[in-house]
């Protein structure tokens, strides 16, 4: 996928502006209540005409208002997931689903899709029923299944986790996860939600009020703190992707192998060989100056300083790479004069094994 986004628009006194070009993968818009998240994706969509824009999704024009371009939102064959799922209530599961594929361009491709799409979103012992008898998750599922049955270039997720508690978030990330690696769908997904975007998101466009003020992999977005949500500051991260080792591990533990480091976490039952990403929080993070001894943490990683950014309230972000892994750690000012960090110096980062979880 490749979606190039120059966009200015105004309602009332509230001004958009993005400007962007994303490629494959999940594009994460994110930022607080109000940013203008959910307006930007209504007008990729189609479902709001801007002020002015151009809109191009590999390489077809959707939206060019310098000359006139304005693709109805019915033919720019994107799928659209909202908060609540809203299923067809008089319909079953089966009927829903269908009427995502009625408006496919190409019915015979929907109705041979429609068996893998139900056994990738595990949907098969819900056909018959009402979307009244279905959970929040399910619903979602649902939801998702029906958009896809459409063919979509572009599968667009409106925070279609806000609305569920964390063991429906948990039942839904899965196959989130599955539709980016295996499906291989392009998202856009829209999230104020750090774990969540740290989990799926290929790319991130941070918005503030409307203005775009971060945008790149989301390795390095979610680094950068005061790009962050006043709220979400405090969730700086690092995001690292690694693999499932066959090692025999601790009892207890699993081992997961990174590009440079071995990672400790608490036990997961993986398959060797697994993809996943970590999510390392900056507030977990502790540097030491000489490789520490007799202490109860498990990840002690060697690396160096790459820069120091300072913050408010007297605390520091530090950026560390580790044998190729980036991490910040967060600590007080105080810390950082008394220890007399400085690019270049080497340094030890420590992160405790039980610092790990997939929904922090």
Known sequence: MSLALDIQHQQGAFNLSAKLEAGPGVLALFGASGSGKTTLANIIAGLVRPLRARIVLDGAVLADTASGVQVPAHRR???????????????????????????????????DRLEDIVSLLALGSLLQRAPKYLSGGEKQRVAIGRALLTNPKLLILDEPLASLDQPRKDEIL??????????????????????????????????????????????????????LPVEERGEASSVIEVQATGTTPPPGVSLLRSAGNLWQVPRLDLPPGTRLRLRVRARDVMIALNPPTDISALNILPGHILELREGSAGVSDVLLDCAGDRLV????????????????????????????????
Request: glycine share 6%.
């Open 77 to 111: 064959q994107i799928g659209y997931v909202f908060q609540d799922g809203r299923l067809f209530p008089h319909l079953n599961v089966k009927q829903n689903l269908y009427y995502g594929r009625w408006f496919a361009r190409n019915r015979a491709s929907g109705e």
């Open 174 to 227: 899965p196959f989130l996860e599955r539709l980016r690696d295996g499906a291989r769908v392009p998202m856009v997904y829209v999230s104020h939600s750090v774990p969540e975007v740290a989990r799926l998101a290929t790319t991130v466009a941070v918005l503030d009020r409307g203005q775009l003020v971060a945008f790149g992999p989301v390795s390095e977005v979610l680094q950068l703190a005061h790009r």
């Open 329 to 360: 750690a967060r600590l007080t000012t105080v810390s950082a004069t008394r220890l007399k960090l400085i690019p270049g110096l080497r340094v030890h980062a420590i992160v405790k094994a039980v610092a790990f979880d997939r929904n922090a």
